[in-house]
């Protein structure tokens, strides 16, 4: 009975180390997306919904990443451990185009564990190592959510400001609902 647990333990652990680099991936891979607007309407949601006010301070202690300004046609994302990413507004024929990407991960154990003396310094520094060892990053998950949920939240503050119309915002179900038209009419 004891051999049966200790294998299960190694298969999850085995299973989330697996789980954390495949969420690491989909978060340096780029999500890019196109809005119906003008860059600077586009700039102008994110920057309402993601650096000013209540609302972009309410995501931020929810999410946990914290959205800044970094130049004309930019910002810059990253948690409080060390995580960083990009977005990019950039024009593109028929709107803007925006592109959201992780350029870096921090690897190891959280840093907020961190023990100054005793067993716990000790257990922190072997958690660290393996952390380490087996390249896990923690923040990876919010980062991969913060990114594939980027396109949502733009769409939804530009049909609140009305810069979209509601096929606009929610441009697949309009596909969608196009292609159930032309099929029930065959």
């Given at each position: 009975?004891?051999?049966?647990?200790?294998?299960?333990?190694?298969?999850?652990?085995?299973?989330?180390?697996?789980?954390?680099?495949?969420?690491?991936?989909?978060?340096?891979?780029?999500?890019?997306?196109?809005?119906?607007?003008?860059?600077?309407?586009?700039?102008?949601?994110?920057?309402?919904?993601?650096?000013?006010?209540?609302?972009?301070?309410?995501?931020?202690?929810?999410?946990?990443?914290?959205?800044t300004p970094a130049?004309?046609?930019?910002?810059?994302?990253?948690?409080?451990?060390?995580?960083?990413g990009s977005i990019?507004?950039?024009?593109?024929?028929?709107?803007?185009?925006?592109?959201?990407?992780?350029?870096?991960?921090?690897?190891?154990?959280?840093?907020?564990?961190?023990?100054?003396?005793?067993?716990?310094?000790?257990?922190?520094?072997?958690?660290?190592?393996?952390?380490?060892?087996?390249?896990?990053?923690?923040?990876?998950?919010?980062?991969?959510?913060?990114?594939?949920?980027?396109?949502?939240?733009?769409?939804?503050?530009?049909?609140?400001?009305?810069?979209?119309?509601?096929?606009?915002?929610?441009?697949?179900?309009?596909?969608?609902?196009?292609?159930?038209?032309?099929?029930?009419?065959?």
């Open positions: 009975m004891g051999t049966f647990i200790f294998i299960l333990i190694v298969a999850a652990l085995i299973g989330g180390v697996i789980w954390n680099h495949r969420n690491a991936s989909a978060a340096m891979t780029a999500v890019e997306f196109l809005v119906e607007t003008t860059p600077e309407q586009t700039r102008a949601a994110i920057a309402r919904s993601h650096c000013n006010g209540p609302k972009a301070a309410l995501r931020k202690f929810v999410t946990r990443v914290k959205v130049g004309p046609g930019s910002f810059e994302f990253g948690t409080k451990i060390g995580d960083v990019e507004v950039r024009a593109e024929a028929g709107g803007s185009v925006v592109t959201a990407v992780t350029d870096e991960l921090y690897v190891g154990a959280h840093p907020s564990l961190r023990a100054k003396d005793g067993f716990l310094a000790i257990g922190f520094a072997l958690t660290h190592g393996l952390y380490k060892l087996l390249d896990i990053t923690p923040y990876a998950i919010k980062m991969k959510r913060f990114q594939n949920g980027l396109e949502g939240r733009v769409r939804r503050e530009l049909a609140a400001s009305g810069a979209l119309t509601s096929r606009e915002q929610y441009p697949r179900l309009a596909a969608f609902n196009a292609s159930e038209g032309t099929e029930a009419a065959s």
